[in-house]
C-alpha cells in the first residue's frame, strides 16, 4: 500500500526512466530543421565524422542525440517514415543494452536503427537477430536502405549462404541473421582449421527481435551440431512394432513432466514381446548391461507413441518428420530431436529413418547471446519474464509508452465445461462478426485445431484463411489481408509475428503484388490511387464495425503467447476487441488448473452451452498458467546450470584452437606436451621412491614402443648403479628428442611445424567430441543420483571435470604418440608414388598445406580419400598419398582402410591410430 501512495506521488522507475529519455528526443528533434537543410551528400558525410569523433576518444553516448536524429532525417529520404518521440525513447533503452517492450504496431523494427547505426559507428559489427529467414531477409533489404544511404554496409545470413558469402555478411557493419544461424557459425567456426576460413568476428553488440521468443522459449533447447554413428534404423522399426501391443496398465504417463515410463508389469510384457518377436534380449533381462541400446530404444519409441503427437508436435513433409515449434507454430526445418527420439518417431510414421547422429559440438543460446559485449532486445511481451531476463541475461526490461492511447477491449474469458460447447460459442462469436464485417483473428494451439475449426467454419459457409506450419511460405500475405472486412484468419500460435494486420489491408504488401507486372508508368500511378482508395474505404468500414476482433479458442501455457495474440489488434490507437474461450477440458486446465473449478461449475448448476465469465476465472487461469511458466523457468534454469559446466571447458578448448590457428610455430606446446606424456609413463611404472624390485620395467619397455615407437634398452638401463626415476626420465625424454629432431631434420622445420599443428588440431577436435559424448551419457544418468541423497549437479561438475583432465591427459598421450609414428610425405614424393604406381585405384584430392599427411592420413586441410573396396595393399616401396608407415609392423599402411593393413601382431599398436593395441582395437575378437 505505502508503495503504491509512493509511486503515485514519484512514478514508477520505468516512468522516472521514460521520463528522462524523453528529454533527450527533445533534444533530438530541436536538431531536425538544421538536418532537414543539409542536401543529400552532407547528411551522409556525418557518418565520417561520426566516427572520426569515436576514433578521437568521444563515446557512442557523447553523439547519441546527433547520430539519432541523422538516422531520422535519412529515414525520412529513404523511407518516407520518421521516428516518433517515442521510438527514439526505445532506441536509447536499445543502446544501454535493455529491453525496450512496444506493443504491435508501434515500430520495432525502425526503432532498432537508431541503435543498430549508432554502435556500427564504431566498425566492431553489430547482429541484429530475427526469428526467421523472412524477416532476416526483409529487414535487411528494408531499414538496410537506411543504412546504405549513410554509408554503412549491411548483411544477410540465412540457410544455404556458402562460406565466402558468410564471411561477406559478418564482415559488413551491419549483419541481419536468425538465432539459429548465428549459433550454428559459432559452433562452425570453432571445426574450422584456419583461421582465414572463420566467419564471424568477436560478438560486439545484438538487437534481439522478439527477444522472449528467442531467448526464454527457445532456450529450453541446446543448438547441436552432429556427424553421424552406426546405423540402427532396423532395430528403431524392430521395438517401434512392439509399442502398440503395450496397454494403459502397462506404462504410466506424467503430462505436466512430459514424461512416460513403463510400469513393473509393462517392463515384464515388453521383455515377453522382445523374447517372443525378436532376438535381441538373448538370454539376459531387459535391464542386463549386455541390453543398454535396447532399453534406450524402447523408452524413445515409448515416447514418440504416447507423448508426441502429429500435426501438434510436429507433421509428415515429403517423407519427413519435421518439428513444429511449440510457441511459434513454424516448422523447424533441419533440426531434429537428439538421443534417437526422431529416429522413434519416424519409425513411428513408417517414413525413412535418418541415422542416428553424435553431438560435435553443442552450446545453448543463453551461453551464446551471453558472449556480446552488450545485449538489448525488443518485443510486445517481455514483462512477465522480466525475472527471469534479469537472472539470467542481466537485462532490464523498460516499458515504452505507445505512440497513441490504446482503444482495444480486453473482454473477460468464457469458460465452458466440454470442449464440445466452448467450440460451438467460438463459431458463434465468428458469425456474429462476419455478419457486421469485423474482421475476425482465431489463434489456436495446434494445427489439428485450427484445422477442426476450419472443418466447422466450412460447413457454415464462411470464408477464411488458415495460417500454420502447412501455410508458412504464405505467412506474409495471409496476415496482410487479415485486417479487410469480413476476413477470418485461423492462426496456430503465430498471430502474424514480424507483419502487422492493417484494417483495411496491407498497403505496401498489395503494391508490390499488384504492381509487379505493370511497366507503363501512367498506369502504375493509376493503379496506386485505387489501391490507396480502396484501402482507405476498406479501413473505414473495419473502423465502423469495432476494429479487428482477437479470438483466442483457448489459454496457451504462456501468459506472452495469449498477450502476442491480443497485441494483434489495436495497434497505433485502432479500435479492437479481444476474448479467449475456454473449456475445462483443455490441456492446460485439465494438468495445471484447479480441480475445483469443476465442482464450482457444477454447484453454479451451468446449463449445457452456458459460460462463466467472470474477473476471478480470468485470475486462476492465470494462476494456471504461471505455474507452467515456473516450471519452464526451472527447466531453462536447471539446462544452463548444467550447460555452465561445459560451457566453462568450451571456452577453453575453443580458445585453445584460436591460439593453435594463429600460431605457425607450436613446436614448443608439443615440446612441453611430449615431455608431460614422458613423466607420465614414468611415474607410472617407475615411482619416484619405489624399490628398483617395484619397477615394471617390461611395462615401461612396452609404453614407449607404444607410444615413442622406441625400442630402448630399458633392462640395461635398470642394471646401471645409480640409475633411478630421474635417470629414466631423462634418457626416455632425450632419446624421443632426438627421434623427433631427425625427423624435422628430414622433412624440414617448416613441413614439421605445420605437420605439427594440423594433427594437434584434429586430435583435439578427436578428443572433444568423444569428451562431449561421454558428458551426453554422464548428463543422461546423472539424475539418478539424486535417490542417493546426492546434489546431481555437484556430481556432474565433479565427474566432468575428472573426465576433462583426462581428455587433455589423453590427447598429450595421442600427440606425443602419433607425431612419433607417423611419416610426412611432400609433394615431390607424391608425384614419384603416383609415376611409379600407375594402377593404385584411389581419388587424388588438390595439394593443401604442402599436402601434409594428417592423422589419418588425409591432408592437412581436408580428410584424406578412403581407398576403393578392390583395393590391394601397397607395397613399401611405391607408398600412394594418404598412407603412413606403421611402426611396428614396417608396412605403409592406410589408417581408414583395414583392407590394406595385412596381417598386425596382436600386441602392436592398433593402425587406426587410436592409440590401443590392436587386441583391445580394431584385432578385439
Known sequence: ?????????????????????????????????????????????????????LAEGESEDDILEEAFAVVREASKRVLGMRHFDVQLVGGMVLHQGKIAEMKTGEGKTLVATLAVYLNALSGKGVHVVTVNDYLARRDAGWMGRIYEFLGLSVGVVVPGLDEVGRQAAYRCDITYATNNELGF???????????????????????VDEVDSILIDEARTPLIISGPTDDSSELY???????????????????????????????????????????????????????????????????AHKLFTRDVDYIVKDNKVVIIDEFTGRMMEGRRYSEGLHQALEAKEKVAIQMENQTLASITFQNYFRMYEKLAGMTGTAMTEAGEFA???????????????????????????????????????????NKKGQPVLVGTVSIEKSEQLAGELKK????????????????????????????????TNMAGRGTDIQLGGNLELRLERELAEIEDESLRAQKQAQIKDEIETRRKEVLAAGGLFVLGTERHESRRIDNQLRGRSGRQGDPGESKFFVSLEDDLMRIFGSERMDGVLRRLGLEEGEAIVHPWVNKALEKAQSKVEARNFEIRKQLLKFDNVMNDQRKVVF?????????????????????????????RCIPEKALPEEWALDSLHEECLRVFGLDLPIQEWAKEEGVGHTEFRDRIGDAIDRKMAEKASRYGANIMRIAERSLLLQLLDNAWKDHLLQLDHLRQGIGLRAFAQRDPLNEYKTEAFALFESLLTGLRSQVTQVLSHVELR????????????????????????????????????????????????????????????????????????????????????????????????????
Open 237 to 303: 522399426m524392430t521395438v517401434d512394432a512392439l509399442i502398440p501391443l503395450l496397454t494403459e496398465e502397462d506404462f504410466e504417463k506424467d503430462e505436466k513432466q512430459r514424461a512416460v515410463t513403463l510400469t513393473e508389469i509393462g517392463q515384464e510384457r515388453i521383455e515377453e514381446l522382445l523374447r517372443e518377436k525378436t532376438s535381441l534380449l538373448g538370454e539376459g533381462g531387459l535391464y542386463d548391461v549386455q541390453n543398454v541400446t535396447v532399453v534406450h530404444h524402447v523408452n524413445q519409441a515409448l515416447r
Open 655 to 683: 580458445e585453445q584452437r584460436k591460439e593453435l590457428m594463429g600460431d605457425d610455430d607450436v613446436s614448443e606446446t608439443i615440446k612441453d606436451m611430449r615431455a608431460e606424456t614422458v613423466d607420465e609413463i614414468v611415474d
Open 826 to 925: 611432400t609433394d615431390a614424393e607424391e608425384n614419384l608414388a603416383r609415376r611409379q604406381a600407375p594402377t593404385a585405384q584411389q581419388e587424388l584430392r588438390p595439394a593443401a598445406e604442402d599436402d601434409i599427411a594428417d592423422a589419418s592420413g588425409g591432408s592437412a586441410r581436408e580428410p584424406a580419400a578412403q581407398t576403393s573396396a578392390g583395393t590391394q595393399p601397397v607395397s613399401d616401396d611405391t607408398p600412394p598419398p594418404g598412407f603412413v608407415k606403421h611402426e611396428a609392423t614396417g608396412r605403409w599402411l592406410h589408417p581408414g582402410d583395414p583392407s590394406t593393413w595385412g596381417k598386425v601382431p596382436r600386441n602392436a599398436p592398433c593402425p587406426c591410430m587410436s592409440g590401443k593395441k590392436y587386441k583391445h582395437c580394431h584385432g578385439k575378437a
Open 391 to 433: 537472472e539470467i541475461y542481466g537485462l532490464e526490461v523498460v516499458d515504452i509508452p505507445t505512440n497513441k492511447p490504446m482503444q482495444r477491449i480486453d473482454n473477460d474469458d468464457e469458460v465452458y465445461r466440454t470442449s464440445a460447447e466452448r467450440d460451438a460459442a467460438v463459431v458463434q462469436q465468428i458469425l456474429e462478426c
Open 185 to 207: 557459425d559459432y559452433l562452425r567456426d570453432n571445426l574450422k582449421f584456419r583461421l582465414d576460413q572463420m566467419a564471424q568476428r568477436e560478438p560486439h553488440f545484438a538487437i
Open 1 to 53: 500500500m505505502l508503495g503504491g501512495l509512493l509511486k503515485n506521488v514519484f512514478g514508477s522507475a520505468n516512468d522516472r526512466i521514460v521520463k528522462q529519455m524523453r528529454k533527450r528526443a527533445e533534444k533530438i528533434g530541436a536538431m531536425e530543421p538544421e538536418l532537414e537543410a543539409l542536401d543529400d551528400a552532407a547528411l551522409k558525410a556525418k557518418t565520417a565524422e561520426f566516427q572520426k569523433r
Open 460 to 491: 457454415k459457409g464462411i470464408r477464411h484463411q488458415i495460417l500454420n506450419a502447412r501455410q508458412h511460405e504464405r505467412e506474409a500475405y495471409i496476415i496482410g489481408e487479415a485486417g479487410v472486412p469480413g476476413a477470418v484468419t485461423i492462426a
